[in-house]
């Protein structure tokens, strides 16, 4: 492929990108993007929480602002609403840009339970964080407390550009005329280093399926393994199916999925998905060491994809989801080794004679029962007149 962007793939060419998968990890170098800003940082995310990891988080963007960075937070109308007046006039008066996404109800849009999910941090268009952290202790290291399992990416490069467009836009959509801002041109940040990075955005209502469309294309195209590494895992019929077509092919599929989740009703249904996948000869794992909460997946060592979408419905087609495709790979591998290592050391693997030992005829009919209620719940909060005609990234 040419420099610069392949119009035919999407990807960019010139990047850097590295792994986290510590919380503490995570908020350092979040800390390091929002310190050395000097023109813009936009941060997106669904949770925001008013405690240590968010006064912290607080307390660098509101310093950044008063040194004439152009700050902008963007955060889910509903997950984030419980912040208080108090706490979100203390941004404003620091001089941030504050907006929620999409109220809970708006019956003019058509939707009721549409979410902004994603997690992003962009920098100068030069750097970003895209991954499935929110900004909460829950997801940082705290002292006896380690954080929920969950992943980004750091990237540095041509990728943070789109990043920043991506965020323009979808603030664009969401605040009021006076607050819009366009984008400027900035200083070019070269990056020698070539990694192909693209990014992928799922909003239905808007017409965008790329990140489900990225994992049906990885399913089809994997010729020896695939990883996937989803926090609350409900796949729609047409992944369904492309999972049982690798695994018919040979492809040695492998789920790591949740043993100790926050959304017992969500776990209590994948369950019920269990019987359907030891008959594909997919392999399931439990992670058991503390709460999963991310979205990863590798494809034959060279492909990975991550971010915000789970593999369920909900990301499909009734949240606002935003990852990362990385074709890199030393990254892949890196990825791949991370993954491996939490299979072999803190994961249960599960089959279906074990399954069947833990689970009687009654919970497993409490399994299935708490599928159909989940489906009924995602029709009735994500029901759609119809989608919309143009889309907005």
């Given amino acids: 492929m040419p420099g610069g962007k392949s119009k035919k793939t999407l990807y960019t060419i010139h990047n ?24 813009t940082i936009h941060l997106q995310t669904y949770i925001y929480d008013d405690d240590e990891t968010g006064n912290k988080i607080a307390e660098a963007l509101m310093a950044a602002a008063k040194r004439g960075v152009g700050v902008y937070m963007l955060l889910d109308g509903y997950a ?10 203390m941004l404003k008066d620091a001089g941030i840009h504050f907006s929620f996404f999409e109220p809970l109800l708006r019956s003019k849009n058509y939707y009721f ?29 705290m002292p006896g407390t380690p954080a ?14 789109g990043i920043q467009d991506v965020c323009i836009k979808r603030w664009n959509n969401h605040c009021g005329k006076a607050e819009r801002i366009t984008a ?37 195209t994997a010729q020896e393994e695939m990883i996937v590494m989803s926090s609350y895992f409900w796949p ?25 989740s926050d959304v017992k009703l969500a776990k209590y249904a994948e369950r019920y998905m269990y019987r359907w996948l030891f008959k594909k000869n997919i392999e399931i794992y439990e992670y058991n060491k503390n709460v ?24 499909a087609r009734a949240s606002v989801e935003l990852n990362l495709d990385i074709m890199n790979e030393a990254f892949a591998a890196t990825t791949h080794k991370q993954l491996s290592d939490i299979i072999n050391t803190d994961c249960a693997l599960v089959t279906s004679a074990i399954y069947g030992k833990e689970y009687n005829f009654f919970e497993q009919l409490f399994q299935q029962a708490a599928f159909i209620l989940l489906n009924i719940i995602f029709f009735v909060f994500t029901f759609y007149f119809r989608r919309r005609r143009k889309h907005a990234a």
Wanted: hydrophobic residues 40%; positive net charge; charged residues 20%.
């Fill in 184 to 220: 400027t041109a900035m200083p070019v940040y070269k990056v020698e280093d070539e990694c192909h990075i693209r990014i992928r955005v799922n909003d239905w209502v808007n017409r965008k399926t790329e990140v489900l469309q990225a994992y049906m294309q990885m399913f089809a």
């Fill in 16 to 39: 850097k990108a590295s792994l986290i998968s510590g919380g503490k990890g995570y908020f350092d170098r979040l800390e390091q993007l929002i310190n050395t800003a000097k023109q």
């Fill in 292 to 315: 999963l909460h991310g979205k990863i997946a590798v494809c034959d060592k060279k492909w990975v994809t991550i971010g915000s979408y789970n593999v369920n419905n909900i990301s």
């Fill in 113 to 141: 339970g549409r979410r902004l999910h994603y997690k992003v941090v962009v920098a100068d268009a030069a750097c970003c964080l895209v991954g499935g952290r929110n900004i909460s202790n829950r997801y940082n290291d």
């Fill in 148 to 161: 929920w399992l969950d992943w980004a990416v750091y990237t540095e490069g041509e990728v943070a550009t």
């Fill in 236 to 260: 729609g019929k047409k992944l369904v199916s492309k999972m049982a077509d690798a695994a018919n092919r040979g492809v040695h599929v492998k789920l790591v999925l949740a043993s100790i």
């Fill in 80 to 89: 984030s609403q419980h912040l208080s007046s108090v706490f979100i006039n």
